[in-house]
């Protein structure tokens, strides 16, 4: 059986539509889809997003090795993190170089971090973060008591500052981008999911109903997961289980960016398999598809040059994108794809453009 967010009631109550998500009771929308895109990329929209998995990392004894064991875990480097509360976006990675998650990790302080994965890859994560753990200082403890709201949207800050206590909106108010501000209890990250500026919400699970009905009434309106997954895509934000997987490396998804090879004598879960990648040649890329006829680009349609059906790659995501009105996708692709290509479509190849994998960034076409 499915679980349910503390949220479920609110959902219902709000008349969302429920489907199953990752073994998760959510709603797919309120209504319209494409209005709740909509409403995100101009005013402000909120999101349940408690069925993420929320851990903080402690020492097991007095003085720990936390910033040691995530520099072991992470392909990318905590070391970078020197302000309290700045967040790092970073894969974890197997030997073989895959990615078992992607995740935020925030530094609050040399004794505590706290990390958000992914809800469908749960019991994956925190058994290898044990499992890597042994030779460390470090507790893990996963946050079940929490709740998560994310409020997005090029409003979201003011409207969330009228529904948050006072003593939020202090810590909340002087964020940058990419930071996280502790407030006790509660906790809030400038940080999400939809290329547009807002919070991530974190508080306990028995304050969070109040929250959305005070959010609801600040002119804050409920979006569900479709509205999540086309902004995330607009914005060029990569799916797990769909752009990077554990037979992927983050050098083949558009991720290269995240992993810190410097200094050279950090060793890091999966480096030596990314050196040989990179020694062998990259041979494929994460790039953006714009479709120039109709249809709907999806995941694992076929894509080709035009002088040349041979298949040169794959949809990993695809959609249609309300904000440019026309169907656009990420693709795993040969490195000389080109700026061109067909992509099959029900048996018929379809023009499309190559593009930077990034297509709508803070409500603008890019």
């Known amino acids: ?70 520099q072991f875990l992470l392909a990318n480097d905590v070391a970078k993190l020197q302000d309290t509360g700045k967040a790092l976006y970073s894969c974890m990675l197997n030997e073989k170089g895959g990615v078992i998650d992607d995740l935020i990790v925030y530094y609050m302080s040399d004794e505590w971090y706290r990390v958000v994965i992914n809800a469908g890859t749960r019991e994956k994560d925190l058994a290898w973060m044990n499992k890597q753990s042994s030779h460390f200082n470090v507790k893990i ?49 400038r940080t999400g999911y939809t290329g547009e500026d807002g919070f991530e919400i974190m508080l306990p699970e028995s304050e969070a109903p109040a929250l959305w009905d005070k ?5 804050v309106k409920p979006c569900g997961l479709g509205a999540r997954d086309t902004l ?17 490396s983050p050098l083949i998804s558009g991720l290269g960016w995240t992993i810190a090879m410097e200094p050279a004598e950090r060793h890091f879960i999966g480096r030596k398999a990314l050196e040989d990648e990179k020694a062998a040649g990259v041979t494929q890329k ?20 035009e002088t040349n059906l041979t298949t040169q790659g794959e949809v990993t995501s695809g959609t249609f994108s309300p904000s440019l009105q026309k169907s656009i996708a990420l693709a ?5 794809i080109g700026e061109s290509c067909t992509v099959e479509i029900r048996g ?12 709508v960034r803070d409500g603008q076409p890019v």
């Open 1 to 70: 059986m499915s679980n349910k967010t503390i949220l479920f009631d609110k959902h219902v109550e709000y008349k969302g539509k429920i489907v199953d998500f990752a073994g998760w009771q959510m709603p797919v929308n309120y209504g319209s889809q494409i209005d709740e895109h909509h409403q995100v990329r101009t005013d402000a929209g909120m999101f349940d997003v408690s069925h993420m998995v929320i851990v903080d990392l402690t020492p097991k004894q007095e003085s720990g090795d936390i910033k040691a064991y995530l």
């Open 141 to 189: 403890k996963e946050r079940a008591d929490l709740a998560m709201i994310a409020v997005q949207g090029p409003n979201a800050r003011s409207k969330a500052f009228k529904a948050l206590p006072i003593d939020v909106v202090e810590a909340a108010t002087p964020l940058k981008r990419f930071f996280g501000a502790d407030c006790g209890d509660w906790f809030v990250g």
């Open 215 to 219: 959010l609801a009434s600040s002119g």
């Open 232 to 248: 995330r895509l607009e914005a060029g934000m990569n799916l797990y289980g769909n752009d990077m997987t554990e037979d992927t």
């Open 286 to 305: 994460l790039v953006g598809i714009v479709l120039q006829e109709r249809g709907i680009l999806r995941s694992h349609q076929k894509v080709a040059t």
């Open 332 to 336: 795993r692709v040969s490195v000389d």
């Open 348 to 359: 018929k190849w379809l023009k499309a453009s190559v593009v930077k994998p990034v297509f």
